[in-house]
């Protein structure tokens, strides 16, 4: 499996009043670093004012935030990091792709051990984060999930290993790791944690904590809202 995260250059941009217009939609222009072909995204128009915060780390803003930053090449099939902010625009009828990436394809870089060990931590840590808040949209979080599915025991496991990387490895608030090990199923170990740390929490999440505490002792692992914003 390769990877290749492209440098940081100037990019063309192109602006455009309306997002829709004609049957035509404003696109990302990404460029695979292994073969060069072009990979058109559309760009997601805004569809509200609320964003929504999540006890897993996942933010829905109204607009983007499915665009993964890991893109798979569909002409050589390798992945490769993209820069929103610096892809260059473009706007146009042709079919474009969603820029997402599923549960499947998170599970296939993120099991590739010699793979991510060759990785810089940060991106480890993205891969692994992307793949704890997919496996939630998939199972777990209430807007998304398919009741019917059932992870499979290799899934499961993947999202232990990530969640242990994450709460390990990384520095990511207090009260996101009390939250991951409880969605782990870690409920002694989230509980034990929240207590040694929760002199270190802020006052305005403690509220916060205190649900994941609660949670941890029903046995609950689902993700939760922590709160809604209106970003006008």
Known sequence: MEFYVSEQHEKRRRMFP?????????????????????????????T??????????RIEACNDWQISYMQRCPHCGNYYFVDIN??????????LDDGRVDIEEYAAVCSD?????????????????Q???????????????EEEKKATYEQSRM??????FLT????????????LYRQAGMFRKCL?????????IKEEDLETLDRTRLLAIQGETAPFIIKRENMK
């Open 192 to 200: 034990e944690y929240a207590a040694d740390n929760y002199n270190r």
């Open 86 to 95: 610096e892809a260059e625009r473009g706007f146009g009828s042709e079919p």
């Open 168 to 179: 390990e490895f990384c520095r990511i608030p207090e009260i996101l790791i009390a939250d």
């Open 159 to 164: 999202f232990t290993e990530a969640v242990l």
């Open 131 to 145: 793949y704890v808040q997919q496996y939630n949209d998939t199972y777990r979080r209430a807007s998304q999930a």
């Open 18 to 46: 309306h997002y829709n217009y004609g049957g035509n939609s404003e696109y990302y222009i990404f460029v695979c670093g292994h073969c060069k072909n072009e990979k058109r995204v559309r760009k997601m128009p805004y």
């Open 48 to 57: 509200g004012n609320m964003c929504t915060y999540w006890s897993d780390g």
């Open 113 to 129: 051990r010699e793979f991510m060990e060759s990785l810089p931590p940060e991106v480890m840590s993205y891969l692994f984060m």
